[in-house]
């Protein structure tokens, strides 16, 4: 879990009403399904009530001797006809129930999809990974499940036992209050076990959770744990997750087993008293042995759905937990959001206005901006920095000195505490998150690829570039021929991720896709230091031709890359300390000269090397 990130605790005794009613009111997009449903629903639990009643007449219809064969080819005709339309109401039910769970949880995934698409790199850094997977499926997931079959269970059971409560009052009400004495006290147990069982799956969920986190970075940061031989560990980790899940669920499942005799006892002590006073009346010949059938029948009739409203409402109270993350995530406000006026001009994120704008010239400018990714921890104070359009700005510095939070704030990543960013004399806040956005190549340090061909990987630049041009940008930057001699050329699928290319393709192709879209300004990250020397030069060339023209902003490892940059800003803990060209700030001989010379004596030391090697090498296949 992240160190920024504190789950919210959800649990509660209580139902929340308001909450529920927050998640019926996205259930109102399938009224009609709902209402056929609970209609199917009643059918099914007057077709409950309606059997044993029918028992009951035909017991004592043909115990008096008063049945025929035509009467009981009648009430074998209404049996079997009570049959056909029970089976016929639960097909349609559980297609309907089955259809509802399905779009609902459609409807929420996409809903919640969205929302992660409009938020900011705010919520991302801050929110775990398998926080964020585990309520796009198992909360969901189980949600979906709640409010299709439990609250369709929880209106039959109601239905039958409301049904049952009237034709027992009409028949005998003596009997009826027999069976119902039983009810309170099967409600304070049940409501007594419940709550310990929720107890129980409440720290199994939030304990899935975890696991579902677990199983993300496992599988993400795999090359990792290999290379440092964590395997072990992860495994200890894992498996102390999974056993304490296990244990809390055995847990409930033994609270379980110890709920169910009590409440099969107590319908069985109902079913013997029954039995034993309206045996008693049958004797004495006061009630009819239909009648006696009908009300033992009645009792199972009665406990089975006050049994599972027990249950139902412990599992809505299980998935309290799962609505409130659900919706905390469907809610969630961006701390990124365009004004009406912006809107009303440019459009939303996911619904741009794209025509009747200029190009951007490239003019930035920093006024006063201050921030801080931890309030105690300011970044940035009071920085200020002007750039000509046109201009190629590089940023050296160390590790955590300020340099990619100058570029995520330009790039409106992350909004500043206090001052003013401005592109052509404009501020950011003017303009559209997503228009700004359209209009910036950005090349990340870890360059992440698409599943799907290579093609589509360049064409995410611009959705509406030919082949032509897909081909074009890519032999601008010298990635074509690599591409050409892979399977399908640009037809290969690059697999999750990019995973079945190199570090180097990757980045080749992510530099195609940057140039398609036609930047007025780029942003490169660090962007030539996960590749070798050998492509570094071959990409060299290509990028000083993109920055012809074009406002360039340069995060910088590999100083020999930045040689040619129009000013060099060396920054320390949020501060411009050294500001001028390659040759100017050499001249000095200040902290970009000590970096600069270091790096190059490193350099030339491994060029040695490696030439010593080879040497090596050479003498060796000499001597044999």
């Known amino acids: 879990m992240s160190e920024h990130f504190e789950e919210q605790d959800f649990n509660t005794d209580k139902l929340d009403t308001h909450l529920w009613a927050k998640i019926f009111g996205y259930l109102m997009k399938y009224k009609k399904n709902l209402i056929f449903l609970v209609f199917l629903m009643m059918t099914i639990a007057s077709i409950d009530v309606g059997f044993p009643l029918m028992n009951r007449y035909a017991m004592d219809y043909f115990i008096e001797g008063k049945g025929s064969m035509d009467t009981l080819w009648i009430y074998g005709g209404l049996y079997f006809a009570m049959i056909c339309v029970q089976g016929l ?39 775990p990974l398998g926080w964020i997977m585990a309520r796009m499926t198992s909360d969901i997931g189980r949600l979906a499940e709640i409010v299709s079959w439990s609250l369709i269970d929880m209106v039959w ?32 147990i049940s409501v007594k076990f419940q709550r310990m069982i929720l107890d129980k799956y409440r720290s199994t969920r939030k304990i899935n959770s975890q696991i579902t986190g677990a199983f993300s970075e496992g599988i993400t940061g795999a090359k990792t744990s290999k290379t440092l031989v964590l395997e072990e560990s992860q495994i200890s980790d894992f498996k102390q997750l999974t056993q304490k899940m296990s244990r809390e669920s055995i847990r409930a499942h033994i609270l379980s087993a110890i709920f169910m005799p ?20 049958v004797l004495v010949g006061t009630m009819s042995f239909g009648t006696l059938m009908l009300y033992t029948q009645y009792a199972g009739s009665f406990f089975e759905p006050l049994r599972q409203l ?22 969630t406000d961006a701390d990124l959001i365009d004004t009406k006026e912006v809107i009303e001009s440019y459009g939303t994120i996911l619904n741009p206005i794209t025509t009747g704008y200029h190009r951007l010239k490239g003019d930035v400018q920093f006024e006063d901006v201050s921030f801080a990714y931890k309030k105690e921890e300011p970044v940035l104070v009071n920085f200020n920095l002007e750039i000509k359009a046109g201009q190629t700005i590089a940023l050296v510095g160390e590790t955590g000195s300020g340099k990619s939070t100058i570029v995520n704030l330009l790039c409106r990543f992350y909004e500043p505490n206090s001052g003013v960013i ?61 591409i050409m001699n892979l399977d399908k050329g640009y037809l290969t699928d690059v697999g999750e991720g990019g995973n079945r290319l190199s570090t180097g393709q990757k980045q080749l192709i992510s530099f195609a896709r940057a140039v398609i879209a036609d930047p007025s300004i780029f942003v490169l990250d660090e962007a030539t230091s996960s590749i070798d020397t050998e492509t570094e030069q071959i ?30 800003l060396v920054i320390r803990k949020g501060l411009i300390v050294e500001d001028g060209t390659h040759h100017e700030l050499l001249m000095k001989h200040g902290y970009y000269y000590r970096l600069y010379t270091n790096q190059f004596n490193e350099d030339l030391q491994n060029q040695l090397l490696n030439l010593n090697a080879s040497e090596e090498e050479s003498n060796l296949a000499f001597d044999d």
């Open 89 to 127: 109401v639960v097909f349609f039910f559980i297609q309907q129930a089955g259809k509802i769970e399905m779009e609902f949880a459609y409807d929420m995934r996409n809903r919640a999809f969205r929302k992660l698409q409009e938020l900011s790199f705010t919520y991302f850094d801050k929110t």
């Open 157 to 188: 059971g109601l239905t039958v036992m409301f049904g049952v409560s009237i034709v027992m009052f009409i028949v005998d009400w003596k009997m009826a209050l027999l069976i119902l004495m039983v009810v309170p006290v099967l409600a304070i």
């Open 262 to 281: 009590i409440v099969m006892g107590l319908g069985a002590f109902s079913v013997a008293m029954i039995l034993w006073l309206g045996g008693q009346q």
């Open 310 to 331: 027990a249950r139902l409402l412990a599992e809505f109270q299980m998935a309290q937990a799962s609505a409130e993350r659900v919706l905390t995530l469907v809610n």
């Open 422 to 482: 401005k592109i052509d004399g404009i501020p950011l806040k003017e303009r559209s998150v997503g228009w700004l956005h359209s209009n910036l190549g950005y090349v990340l340090q870890a360059p992440h690829l698409f599943s799907g061909s290579v093609r589509d990987n360049i064409r995410y630049g611009r959705l509406d570039a030919s082949d032509e041009e897909i081909e074009e940008a890519a032999r601008l930057v010298d990635a074509h021929d690599f």
């Open 539 to 568: 990409i060299q060339k290509a990028i000083e031709n993109l920055m012809k023209d074009r406002t360039a902003f340069i995060i910088a490892h590999r100083l020999s890359t930045i040689v040619s940059a129009d000013r060099i």
